[in-house]
């Protein structure tokens, strides 16, 4: 964990709303996919938070969605502009529980929304491994989505939901699957509730504003089973078992 | 060569920058950033007798140069405290540390204050009659000259330690709070706390902050809090630390110009947690450029 400078190679809109960054810099720190950064944006007080979506020796690439401020910004940052980011933060996914829970069924990777950016690296850390996940993204409706075709490239089965049915299965995540095993998602804290019933087991990623990233200030504080958790240091990804409804 | 060492009642300090209570936890998380010996003491998170959680979420907001907070003193409580995260920051700081104490009544503070004072690790005990996130308590104590002169008593009656008052800014006449805690017994002041403060999510049309109001902290709250050390340390003889948007070495001189004997460093840590190892490094070159040899000379010096 540690402060550094990241060139921003990229910056395009997948949809209106919805933009892919990549950026040039040390990735060496980063342990497990669902970790974040924190990423100072000039003229701004607080650091952003943004899921890692994506990375190999010396390239970070995020997906953002642009709903206010910071990520307006964001938005129109241009390729060379360096950025001031804090990471990698939080502790990701367990890819050793997973490959454990999913013995008997794939594991299941469900995103809803911009939950989906670090389900693509969780997906690809456990294809390294020998386990295919089965993958559902979830969009209100067809203009919204984004990365299917980059899921469907590494070669896993991808189910798309649209809760107007313009696209893909109508309806929401958890219609999409009868009795999902092992489950990892993100998404929204309904869409992870209504996973959460159904899934006999897994790990869920959650948010929360943030001041620090990195568990000093005890902002971003959740109740567990096992006592409070920082979604940024302890989290963001729970157990299913402790999760606190 | 300069001298950056500063007195606050018997202890000397090496340079006089603290991080804020509150804002570095048990200062565990920031020895992975640098090694937490540098500074010149700690002010670790605010104790209450028992465990709290603090308020629901959302907690934190953003404001133009700040932030609003309303954690509401999230923590393991007294007895976790010191028989969990006392000895673990007693390995990885070696210094002494300032105990930040709160409570929802005078029996609480005390017995806070009493446990702290057996904590040999333990050189101030900071007395937080301010927080503006609990009801009922908290900064119900700090508004008012005679509650903060009781609280005061009834800590300096169980420690032997030095026992610093930390005040609200969220009064009408913070001297005449801070003539009383002196006269009451206080070994200094530590100011300021936050300002109370409100953001509303205009899309949502709700306050930001599930509390709806919070403590401002930040760079923007810097000249309030100038002010208002420049006030006390005027109008007392007993040292005051002064905190309330520091985020340089530049801030950390004005500060002490102003009258502060030391100084806290808050909001800083969260938006770059090199805060404090940058001021302390960037200090010695900034009064070698002012012409300043010894530290402790600037102390209230501006008139």
């Known amino acids: 964990m540690k402060t550094s400078i990241y060139k921003i190679q990229s910056n395009r809109a997948l949809r209106s709303d919805i933009y892919e960054m990549k950026l040039k810099g040390d990735t060496s720190s980063i342990k497990a996919p669902g970790q974040f950064v924190n990423i100072k944006i000039e003229g701004l007080y607080l650091r952003r938070p943004i899921s890692i979506c994506d990375w190999d020796q010396n390239q970070l690439t995020i997906i953002y969605k642009v709903v206010g401020e910071g990520t307006e910004r964001m938005a129109r ?157 302890e989290g963001p990804v729970l157990e299913k078992e402790e999760i606190l409804w | 060569m300069v001298d950056t060492r500063v007195r606050l009642s018997g202890l000397t300090l090496e340079n006089p920058v603290i991080p804020a209570s509150g804002t570095f936890g048990y200062g565990k998380e920031y020895t992975e950033f640098y090694d937490i010996n540098i500074l010149g003491s700690i002010s670790f998170k605010g104790t209450t007798a028992d465990p709290r959680f603090g308020n629901p979420q959302p907690r934190i907001a953003e404001c133009s140069q700040g932030m609003i907070n309303s954690v ?159 006030q006390v340390a005027k109008a007392v003889n007993i040292p005051v630390i002064g905190m309330g948007g520091v985020s340089s070495a530049r801030d950390v001189v004005e500060m002490m110009m102003a009258g502060a004997t030391a100084v806290q460093v808050g909001a800083a840590n969260l938006v770059n947690p090199y805060a404090c190892k940058e001021i302390i490094e960037e200090l010695p070159l900034l009064l070698e450029e002012l012409g300043i040899d010894r530290l402790e000379d600037i102390i209230g010096i501006a008139e």
């Open chain 1, 77 to 233: 940052m241009a390729p060379g502009q360096e950025l001031d980011i804090l990471g990698p933060l939080g502790n990701g996914y367990d890819l050793d529980k997973i490959e454990a829970g999913a013995k008997e069924k794939r594991p299941l990777l469900i995103g809803g929304g911009v939950g989906i950016p670090p389900m693509y690296g969780l997906a690809k850390a456990l294809l390294d491994r020998k386990v295919p996940p089965e993958v559902i993204l979830g969009f209100n409706k067809s203009e919204e989505i984004f990365y299917e075709k980059e899921f469907k490239d590494l070669g896993v089965d991808v189910k798309v939901t649209t809760a107007n049915g313009s696209y893909g299965i109508e309806g929401f995540v958890t219609d999409a699957t009868k009795n999902p095993g092992y489950v990892c998602a993100c998404g929204p804290e309904p869409m992870l509730k209504a996973v959460w019933d159904k899934a006999e087991n897994g790990q869920f990623s959650f948010e929360a504003r943030m001041a620090c990233g990195f568990g000093g200030c005890m902002g971003c504080s959740c109740q567990t089973k096992y006592g409070a958790k920082r979604i940024c240091k």
């Open chain 2, 72 to 230: 509401g003193l999230q923590n393991p409580g007294l007895e976790a405290v010191i028989n969990k995260e006392l000895p673990e920051l007693a390995k990885i700081y070696k210094k002494p540390v300032i105990a930040n104490v709160s409570g929802f009544s005078i029996e609480e503070y005390a017995k806070c204050a009493e446990a702290m004072d057996r904590q040999q690790q333990v050189g101030i005990i900071e007395v937080n009659v301010s927080c503006p996130n609990v009801h009922d308590g908290g900064m119900a104590f700090g508004v008012l000259p005679e509650s903060a002169a009781e609280v005061t008593k009834a800590v300096k009656a169980v420690t032997k330690k030095p026992v610093y008052i930390k005040l609200s800014p969220n009064v009408t006449d913070i001297v005449s709070i801070a003539r009383a805690c002196e006269e009451a017994g206080a070994d200094g002041l530590s100011l300021i706390n936050t300002l109370l403060g409100m953001r509303i999510d205009i899309k949502r049309r709700q306050p930001v902050i599930a509390n709806k109001m919070g403590g401002f902290s930040g760079p923007a709250i810097f000249p309030i809090a100038v002010r208002m050390v420049y």
